[in-house]
C-alpha cells in the first residue's frame, strides 16, 4: 500500500489526453483527489485504482513546472 501526501507529483503510467503524465495529489481520504499538471483537469480516484495507475513518485528536485 502506497503512502500519498498532499503535494506528492506522481507519474502515473498511461498519459491524459492532454499528454501529461504528471498529476499532484490535491485530497486523500478513501478517494484521492489528483490535478494534471499540464490542463489542470481534477479528478477523484479510488485509492486501489491509483495505486495501479502510479509509476512513480517523482522526486522533489527533479520537479518541472508547466
Known amino acids: 500500500m502506497l503512502d500519498f ?14 499528454g501529461s503524465h504528471l498529476w499532484t495529489v490535491v485530497r486523500l481520504g478513501a ?23 502510479v509509476k512513480t513518485r517523482v522526486p522533489a528536485g527533479s520537479r518541472a513546472e508547466g
Open 5 to 18: 501526501a498532499i503535494g506528492d507529483v506522481l507519474h502515473l503510467r498511461k498519459p491524459h489526453p492532454c
Open 31 to 53: 478517494d484521492i483527489g489528483i490535478t494534471c499538471n499540464e490542463c489542470g483537469r481534477r479528478v477523484l480516484l479510488p485509492r486501489s485504482e491509483l495505486e495501479r495507475r
